[in-house]
């Protein structure tokens, strides 16, 4: 892989890598991504770009969609991220139909014209220049060609708790991303690299029974810990996360994350 630019804060390591592959195991995201994917629509013989690929789980999804004759590019800022998901396409038998690349978002170095889908989930919310990685994702477009886009609005990250404002304190967007309202700026920022909007929509991962394994309770340690670094008291975000978990363990268990889904063509 070739070398880059020291990596940015955000990215991340082996142990977030980790804690991905069990929140991206969840019944709720891989619902998730199957509406995505279906939202994609790969075709067998295409070529895809997946921007911010992690440790690969819908780059091979996606590869599985484009078929022997077609091709995935995976592309992260992590050597942690590309690690696992060279290992899950190995583990699959996916590696001949997939290139994994260490870049940024903003500097793909992917040839004109050269995809047919470019997809980037969860990832543009930590890109300063949003407009900048936009860009470079349509000019890598066919004509013709797609960029699927997934992203989160953190106001709508609800827990049933009745300490609202903590909650807020906790879950602020700002601790974790350089954009943490994206969706509703995205379809402008399409119009700006050339791009149409042709499809949004919103998906909700929603939960009413506690599982230690589901999305939300994994969500609970990500936004503590983020919540501490950046000036929550250690002992108030402790608080909240147990009684948000005690409620849970007695059956009084409520969570809802909105996603937003939006599809623009080159």
Known sequence: MPDVAPAPPHVFNASMGARLEVLYASPQ???QRRRFRELVAARPGESGVDVG???GHLTCELAV????DGRMTGIDASADMLE???ARARAQGLSGRITLRR??????DLPATSADFVVAVQTYSYVADVEAAIAQAARALKPGGRLAVLETDW???VYGSPDTARMRRIFDGRWRFAHSHLPRQLDRMFRDAGLAPAHA??????????DPASFGAGMLAIGR???VRHGVDRAEADAWVAEVVARGERGDWFFCLNRFLHVATR
């Open 155 to 157: 106001d709508l990250c």
């Open 201 to 210: 929509e919103a998906f909700p991962l929603l939960e009413t029974r506690y």
């Open 53 to 55: 690929c992690g440790v």
């Open 84 to 86: 696992g998901a060279a």
């Open 103 to 108: 870049a940024d978002a903003t500097a793909l």
């Open 225 to 227: 810990n983020a919540a």
């Open 29 to 31: 995201v891989v619902a």
């Open 65 to 68: 969609d484009v078929g022997a």
